[in-house]
């Protein structure tokens, strides 16, 4: 701990306490009684022991009373990321999950996503879901909105005024779509995407950035997928879709794109993948597609509580973890019912365990291991690592102060003096929510509990 520190500008804060987080060394690394600083720019300036107290303040030039103490039960872990969230469908969550995949996108989700032409609509949706993401801990959110370009960026509004880090995702689809309303263009897509990229960069928000969303191959022609991929180049932008969620849309994909040898295939010849690419859900992917991802630096979303609440599928993420492709986990909202990554990351750990169940030599995700996917493996795949994940010197302080024992928690302390992990475990484990999330700080920056 002790060479991670450097001689920094100004202190804003200082915490001591409990620490845990993720490097890639170690998927859980408990740092107990650290003091760790954060610089006016939100930044972490470091991280040391509580009994390095007198060189650190002579260091970095705080005195011991501007020191914010944690209690006993309290730690501190990096903010969540949540790698695939579809904003637009946070007004229908918890319902409508009686379909299959493509019918239910032409049933519920179209038609729902229609009504994001109106921007008071737009409006109340995106303040509840950028608010209920972060109550529940996700300080980096990675964004489907609609087609529509003024309610996109109204959505990057919201998230840049309640302080979440975000990419935010123009939809884009000129095929295959039933609903009267909700179609557009190639040339339409085309342009939009262009507007939509303009204006929120435009906007120069220190947060919230655009990512270029083809909606998924079956959604889009050959010549939309070609435009996005140099949209995304000429800009070096960020790219997000679906990939192999479900066993019929693979089949409807191996029918659109007779030429391509593979799903993966489709998007790689139209430049869509890259190392800013993050495709949800490949449940189906071959090894040669993985071998693919792992190449181009593209990552994969996990969306556990999606693949099983549409029955879509269940990822193999032990071997997605051994082609060594970058991976983090993903609420799906609303094909996953909950907008929580403390829901993903129990999904994910269920879901290992029902390949396990089927393989007794599949290799069990652990729990630990899906801390890691939660936090520094989701900063990974949405390539902000150099920003956000962990608590590294030098990255901006996106962190939760969580209280396991906080008041009308569900969790009952009985081993009160077991070790820190136990903490953490039932934290994750035991239905804990924004109860126990007791403050939220991006970019240094406390944006739970809200101001207004
Ligand atoms: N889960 C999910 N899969 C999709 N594939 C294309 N669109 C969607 C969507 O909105 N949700
Ligand atoms: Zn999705």
Not at 15 to 40: C, K, M, N, W
Not at 130 to 141: D, E
Not at 345 to 360: E, F, G, M, N, Y
């Amino acid at each position: 701990m002790a060479n991670s520190n450097r001689p920094t500008t100004d202190i804003r804060h200082v915490y001591r306490g409990t620490f845990v987080h993720s490097t890639q060394q170690a998927p859980l690394q408990i740092l107990e009684d650290a003091l760790l600083g954060v610089d006016t720019e939100g930044k972490i300036a470091f991280i040391g022991k509580g009994a390095e107290l007198d060189r650190l303040s002579k260091t970095f030039g705080f005195s011991p009373p501007d020191i914010t103490q944690l209690e006993q039960h309290e730690f501190f872990m990096p903010g969540m990321v949540d790698t695939h969230i579809h904003a637009s469908q946070y007004s229908y969550a918890g319902t409508a999950l009686d379909m299959p995949l493509l019918q239910w996108l032409n049933t519920y989700t179209f038609p729902v996503e229609s009504r994001f032409k109106d921007l008071g609509f737009a409006h109340r949706v995106y303040t509840q879901v950028v608010k209920r993401t972060l109550r529940n801990g996700t300080t980096t959110a990675c964004y489907f909105a609609t087609i529509h370009t003024d309610a996109s960026l109204l959505l990057g509004q919201i998230a840049n005024d309640f302080g979440q880090r975000a990419l935010v995702g123009k939809v884009c689809m000129d095929r295959n779509n039933s609903v009267k309303h909700y179609k557009e263009t190639n040339q339409e897509s085309q342009e939009e995407t262009c507007r939509f990229i303009a204006e929120l960069l435009g906007k120069k928000y220190p947060l919230v950035k655009p990512v270029v969303t083809p909606r998924f191959a079956p959604s889009c022609t050959g010549v939309l997928l070609g435009q996005l991929g140099e949209i995304a180049k000429n800009n070096n932008l960020h790219i997000q879709s679906h990939i192999s969620e479900n066993a019929e849309e693979v089949k409807l994909v191996n029918e659109l794109f007779p030429e391509s040898e593979s799903y993966t295939d489709v998007y790689h010849k139209y430049n869509l993948l890259t190392d800013k690419t993050v495709m949800a859900h490949g449940c189906y992917l071959s090894d040669e597609e993985l071998a693919l991802f792992r190449e181009t630096g593209a990552s994969l979303s996990h969306c556990p509580n999606s693949n099983i609440s549409l029955c879509s599928g269940v990822l193999d993420v032990r071997n997605v973890l051994k082609h060594k492709v970058k991976l983090g986990l993903g609420t799906d909202v609303a094909g996953g019912y909950s907008a929580s990554m403390l829901d993903a990351v129990r999904r994910a750990l269920d879901s290992s365990k029902v390949l396990t169940i089927q393989d007794p030599e599949h290799e069990t995700l652990s729990f630990e291991e899906v801390f890691r996917l939660a936090t520094l493996g989701g900063s990974q795949a949405l390539s902000l690592d150099d920003q956000t994940g962990n608590f590294e010197v030098g990255k901006d302080f996106d962190a939760l102060r969580v209280n396991v024992a906080a008041p009308g928690g569900p969790i009952d302390l009985i081993q009160c003096d077991g070790p820190k992990v136990v903490y953490l475990s039932k934290f994750f484990r035991l239905k804990c929510d924004d109860r126990n999330i007791v403050e939220v700080f991006v970019a240094g920056r406390k944006v739970v509990p809200f101001t207004e």
